[in-house]
C-alpha cells in the first residue's frame, strides 16, 4: 500500500501441459486499488482488476474477466460493506458462449475482535 493511499496487484503464470499434450496454459490479472475515506464512519476501498487466461480448460481458449468492488469499514461496528460486479467472457473455437454478469452486495461483521 502506497502512502497516498492506491495499491496495486500484479499476477502472472505459464505452466505446461505435458499430461495431455495440449498448449500452455497461462494467466495475467491486474488490480488497482484506493483507500481512503469516504464517510466518517470509517475507511472505504475501491479496486478494478482485469484478468486474462488462455488454454485453460482446452487449447484455443481465451478467457477475460474484470470487476469493480466497494468496501466501507465500519471499525467501532466490527463491519464490513461491499458491493461488486463482474464480467466473464469465454471464447473457445467453434463453440459460443454468453458472457456471465455478477453482482454482489452483503456485509461481513465480526464478533469477538
Not at 57 to 79: L, N, Y
Amino acid at each position: 500500500m502506497h502512502a497516498s493511499g492506491f495499491n496495486l496487484t500484479l499476477a502472472a503464470s505459464q505452466a505446461d501441459d505435458d499430461d495431455s499434450g495440449g498448449a500452455d496454459i497461462s494467466f495475467r490479472y491486474g488490480k488497482l486499488g484506493y483507500r481512503t475515506e469516504v464517510f466518517a464512519l470509517g475507511g472505504s476501498i475501491f479496486s478494478i482488476d482485469y484478468g486474462e487466461y488462455d488454454d485453460s480448460d482446452a487449447a484455443g481458449d481465451e478467457g477475460t474477466t474484470h470487476g469493480v468492488a466497494f468496501v466501507h469499514k465500519v471499525s467501532d461496528w466490527g463491519t464490513e460493506f461491499y458491493a461488486t460486479g463482474r464480467n466473464y467472457q469465454l471464447d473457445r473455437p467453434g463453440t459460443s458462449f454468453e458472457d456471465i454478469d455478477i453482482m454482489l452486495t452483503g456485509a461481513r461483521l465480526k464478533f469477538g475482535r
